[in-house]
């Protein structure tokens, strides 16, 4: 499979973005998918995850993003979605969507062997 990340872009603090993740070749489904991130001088961290159905309950928010961002999928488009609201500067960072290798709640990058190339997030004060 592969992922195409898009919707990066440079924001003022409190504001949004829409991140996108289109798949193509093999679906992703029913795979679980995450969003991770990389700031400059950070190892990459996961943001978010969401089971392959994506019902509530299915999901999973690192503390620093939780009540502020949303992770979800339209697994007839193979698209998922990371709504980022509340931005603030240290949200900054490289962002990358991944398919793991096994199904599964997997919260570590080692998981993981499908990525998107990553798009761009820039949070000024």
């Known amino acids: 499979v592969q992922l195409q990340a898009s919707g990066g872009g440079l924001v003022q603090a409190g504001g949004s973005l829409r991140l996108s993740c289109a798949a193509s070749?093999?679906?992703?489904?029913?795979?679980?998918m995450a969003w991770f991130r990389q700031a400059p001088g950070k190892e990459r961290e996961i943001v978010a995850w969401?089971?392959?159905?994506?019902?509530?309950?299915?999901?999973y928010y690192a503390d620093s993003v939780k009540g502020r961002f949303t992770i979800s999928r339209d697994n007839a488009k193979n698209t998922v979605y990371l709504q980022m609201n509340s931005l603030k500067p240290e949200d900054t960072a490289v962002y990358y969507c991944?398919?793991?290798?096994?199904?599964?709640?997997?919260?570590?990058?080692?998981?993981?062997?499908?990525w998107g190339q990553g798009t761009q997030v820039t949070v000024s004060s």
């Open positions: 070749g093999r679906t992703f489904s029913p795979y679980a």
């Open positions: 969401i089971r392959w159905n994506g019902g509530s309950g299915d999901t």
């Open positions: 991944a398919k793991p290798g096994v199904n599964g709640r997997w919260l570590r990058e080692r998981e993981y062997n499908a």
